[in-house]
C-alpha cells in the first residue's frame, strides 16, 4: 500500500549520513523509505507502490538543522544604518529599533520568508531564538511559528527569549519596549511548553528556555530559576553567549569573572545547554564548556559579518563541545541558508588556523589550516551535531531507522562540472544546489526547488511591500 510516504531514492552518486568517521558516506547507492522512515540503504530494488526519485547525478545529504536563527529578521537583510556595525551598535541600529514596527502580519511574513530561503537550502528541523517579546504584545507570536512552520513541513524549536531587565542601548530608543517579569516570563515558557512541547527524538515542535543573553537579560538570581524552571519542564537551555570580546569585559566588569564561569556560576551548562556563537573564549572557558559537554551554534556568516570573529571549533570539539550550525538572523546574515552557512564554515576553519601559521625560524610547526575542518566534518555539525545540541535523536543522520528528513541535490550547473568527488559538491561550491527533493518525515517538502504550496514570486512581492511599511514605522521613511 502506497501511504504517500514510501519512497524508493535511486541510484544516488553518492550519499552523504551525517556519521562520524568512515560511516560519513554510505555507497548508497539506493535509499528506501517507508512510513516516513529510513527502512534500508543499499542496492535496492522498486516494491510495489512506491514513488521514485531517480537520483541519477545526485548526491543526497541528510537534512540540516539550523540550531540558531531570528526568524523576524528576515525583513530587515542588509539594513543600512546597521550594515557596517559591530554587535552593540548593530543591535541598537537594526533589531531593537525595528522591533516594535511589527505586527501579526508582518511577524508573520518574516517567518515565512525565512523559512522557505531554508527549505530550499535542504534543511529540515529549525530551532529560533525568539526574543521579541514585551508586556501587552498584541499578538502571540508562538502561535505563529509553530503555524508557519506546520504548514510549510518543518520540525520547528520555539526557543522562548525575552528579558526581565533593560540594557540601556533599548532604554535609549525611541520605542523602548518594557521588559516582563520574571513570573511572566516563567508562566509563558509553562503556558507554551504544555501547549506545544513534544519530548519525541523526532519531533515536531520543541519549547526551550532561552533568555536573550546570560549577562543582559536577568538578574544571576533570575538566570538560575530560568535553569530551575526549565529542568523540572524537561526543557532545554539556550541563549546567546561571547559573541565578541564585550561579553569578557562586561563579564568582568559587573560579576568579576569570565562569561563561562559566570553561567556556570547559574548552572547555565551542560549537555541540555547550547549557546550561539561562543567566538571569543579563554582556554580555561574551552575546558569548562567541554567538560560540561555543553553544545555551540556555531554561525560562522553572522559572525564575520558582525566582524566578530571566528570560533575555534576544532579546540572546542577536542575540548568536548557538541558543535552545531546555525545561521542566525538575517539582519545580520543576508545569506541565511544553510548551504551558504556550511560553506563558510568550511572555509573560515581553514582561514582561521592558517592565520595562526608563524615561520619555523619564529617557532611555527605548520604551514596552513586546511587540516582544521573536512565536508564531512560540517556535514556532521550541521546535521547530526544540530540533533545532538537539540535533543533530537531520531533526525540529522541517514541511518536505517531514522526519520527520513533527507535532501537530494542534483549537480546539474556548471559549478559542479569537473568536480572529481560529486559528495562534496553542495558545500565545497558554494552557492545553492539545485534541491531535486527534501523530505521531512517522509513528505515531499520540496520539488525540483518548489516549495510545496508556496507561490515564491507573490512571497517576494510581500516581503518587498512589508519591508516599506516596516520602514515607515520605524521612522525611517514618510
Ligand atoms: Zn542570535
Redesign the pocket.
Known sequence: MNTGNNWLIRHARAVMTGLPGHAARHAGPDIRVIDGRIAALGSLQPLPGEQVIDARDCVVYPAWVNT???LFQSLLKGEPQGLNQNLTPWLAATPYRFRAAFDAHSFRLAARVGLVELLRSGCATVAD?HYLYYPGMPYDSAEILFEEAQALGMRFVLCRGGATQTRQLEADLPQALRPETLDAFVADVERLASRYHDPAGDSFRRIVMAPTTTLHSTTPQQLRETARAARALGLRLHS?LS?TVDYLDVAQAKFGTSPVRFCAEQEWLGPDVWF??LVKLLPDEIALLGQTGTGIAH?PQ?NARLGSGIADIAALEVAGVAVSI?V??AA?NEAADMLCETHAAWLLQRARKGQLAQPRYAGGQFEGGADAATIEDVVRWATAGGARVLGLDQVGTLAVGQAADLAVYKLDDPRYYGLHDPAIGPVACGGRAHLKALLIGGQRRVEDDQVCGVDLADLGRQAHATVIALQRRAGLRA
Do not use: V
Request: hydrophobic share 5%.
Open positions: 540558531h536563527h531570528h531564538h546567546h559573541e550561539a556563537h554561525c553572522s546555525g542566525d538572523g545580520s
